[in-house]
């Protein structure tokens, strides 16, 4: 379990990485886009992208770990409202928030055995 925890954590980390960070931290077109629609001024692009790393580095290191993935959980909250006000398509890109907070979740609780402890999926 905790491999698969491990594995999970790391394909999150590096789709995060390649996929949203990196556009926003060199401020690329891919990444200016998406924040025109749903209303978020170009200046704060490279706040969210700085607030998006850490959150990765967070979650990476297993002391910090669970603050990493709760603040993550906070950062998609946050893109599942912008994109819920303009109406973006539901399953595409509205929830894609709950896909990767969930992954993010379960990547924790696989790698995490206190996690597991609060969170068991079966009663001893």
Known sequence: MKIAGWVLSGLIALFMLG?????????????LEPLAVVGWP?????????IELVCV?????PRTALLGAVLFTGLLGAA??????VDNPLFSHTLFSL????????ALWLRE????DVFPLVRP
């Open 19 to 31: 996929a949203s960070v990196t556009p926003k931290l060199l401020q690329m077109d891919v990444a």
């Open 42 to 50: 170009a200046k704060y692009l490279v706040l969210i992208g700085v």
């Open 57 to 61: 580095v967070l979650f990476l290191i």
């Open 80 to 85: 599942l409202a912008a994109n819920l006000r």
């Open 99 to 106: 896909y990767l907070g969930g992954a993010t979740w379960m």
């Open 113 to 116: 055995s206190r996690v597991r």
